[in-house]
C-alpha cells in the first residue's frame, strides 16, 4: 500500500518513529524523506465493522495533530483499502476534506483518489 502511494504521489515513503519537539515519540505510518508528507494507513481486511469508522477518524485526528506539531510537515494523507471507504460516509470524508486531509483509496494495487460524494 505505501509504495503505491509513494509512486502515486511521486516519493518514497516510509513508516519512522517521530521525535517531536516536545520530546513526545509517535510512530507516523508513512514519512518521505523530506518529513513534508504524513501518512496513516487504515487496511482492515473481512467484513466491514462499524468500529472502523473510529479507527479512521483517530487517524484523522493525529495527522491534523502531527501537520501542527511537526515543523517541515505540508501534506497529510489518509490512505485506506476499498472496504475502508464505507468508514468515510456522510460527514467524515467532509471533514476530511475541509480539514486538507488527502484522501487516496489503495484497491489490491494502485491508488487512486476518493471520490467526493455531492
Known amino acids: 500500500m505505501l509504495l503505491a502511494l509513494g ?3 511521486g516519493t ?6 517521530l521525535m517531536l519537539p516536545d520530546g513526545s515519540r ?3 505510518e508513512g514519512i518521505d524523506t523530506a518529513g513534508r508528507v504524513l501518512v496513516q494507513l487504515v487496511s482492515n481486511q473481512g467484513a466491514y465493522k462499524p468500529a472502523y469508522r473510529n479507527k479512521v477518524m483517530a487517524d484523522m485526528f493525529k495527522l491534523l495533530w ?4 511537526v515543523p517541515t ?3 497529510t494523507v489518509l490512505l485506506v483499502t476499498e472496504l475502508i471507504v464505507q468508514a468515510l460516509g ?3 470524508a467532509r471533514a ?6 488527502e ?3 489503495f484497491d489490491g494495487s494502485t491508488v487512486v483518489t476518493l471520490k467526493r460524494s455531492t
Open 26 to 28: 509517535v510512530e507516523v
Open 96 to 101: 476530511a476534506a475541509d480539514l486538507g486531509i
Open 7 to 9: 509512486d502515486r504521489l
Open 12 to 17: 518514497s515513503l516510509r513508516p519512522k518513529p
Open 73 to 75: 510537515a505540508e501534506r
Open 66 to 69: 502531527l501537520r501542527d506539531s
Open 90 to 92: 456522510g460527514w467524515v
Open 103 to 105: 484522501v487516496y483509496v
